[in-house]
């Protein structure tokens, strides 16, 4: 079975701080990973996505993960938080084996200090 | 339209009635989930479609839960004789393909059952 654990429910940095939410997967196989951003009254945004190759990706927004296969990891990384980024982020697993729908951890909502 | 449309947006029912959610993927998509989204939860899969083939309902919770997709494209999400625990935001989404592509959601039917 595939999971997700995202285990900070909510994390407070200030504007301008770097930022990093932790995602743990489980999955039998090579997984696909996401994250998706849930702006207050918003639907979900994808932020990037990593399927194989060069392990730390970019998305859009500034954000950046690096998928660590030995810990089965997929943290989401900013170098400098913008009070506009205060949102919920949801990270998700999904492949070509097993389950085929995207499994979504429990997200993490941030809040962004002046 | 240029992208996923579910409606109602909001829907407050009755404890005991039945409620139908309707979902329009983009165009050309062939694979349509549908998530649930709890107060302060992450998202929990129902259901997902896929071309032509069988559902996977695996995530539907009781079997008031049910969903079609008529013609490959618009899904309707019925639940019957609805419970309080069901009020929760209803997320659809779509993709191209499998879970190797990117979903897109729509803005949620926020249900409340009185």
């Known amino acids: 079975a595939q999971s997700v654990t995202q285990p900070d429910i909510h994390i407070t940095v200030s504007e301008g701080a770097s930022l990093e939410l932790r995602c743990n997967y489980s999955?039998?196989?090579?997984?696909?990973l996401f994250w998706y951003v849930q702006s207050p009254g918003q639907g979900l945004q994808l932020l990037l996505k990593?399927?194989?190759?060069?392990?730390l990706v970019q998305g859009i927004k500034g954000f950046e993960a690096e998928f660590k296969r030995s810990q089965s990891s997929f943290n989401l990384r900013k170098p400098s938080v913008h009070w506009s980024d205060a949102a919920e982020y949801f990270c998700a697993v999904g492949g070509n084996s097993g389950r085929r729908a995207l499994t979504f951890g429990s997200g993490t909502r941030l809040q962004v200090q002046p | 339209g240029a992208g996923v449309s579910q409606s109602p947006s909001n829907k407050v029912t009755e404890k005991g009635k039945d409620v139908e959610l309707r979902c329009d993927p983009i165009?050309?998509?062939?694979?349509l989930y549908w998530y649930r989204q709890s107060l302060g939860q992450g998202l929990e899969f129902l259901i997902y479609?896929?071309?032509?083939?069988?559902?996977?309902k695996s995530g539907l919770p009781s079997d008031r839960f049910s969903a079609e997709r008529t013609g490959g494209s618009v899904s309707t999400l019925t639940i019957q004789r609805t419970q309080q625990e069901d009020s929760a935001v209803y997320l659809c989404a779509s993709s191209l393909g499998s879970t190797n592509t990117e979903a897109f959601f729509g803005q949620g039917t926020r249900l409340t059952v009185v």
């Open positions: 479609f896929q071309g032509n083939s069988a559902p996977d």
């Open positions: 165009s050309g998509h062939t694979a």
């Open positions: 990593y399927f194989s190759g060069d392990t």
């Open positions: 999955y039998g196989a090579t997984p696909y």
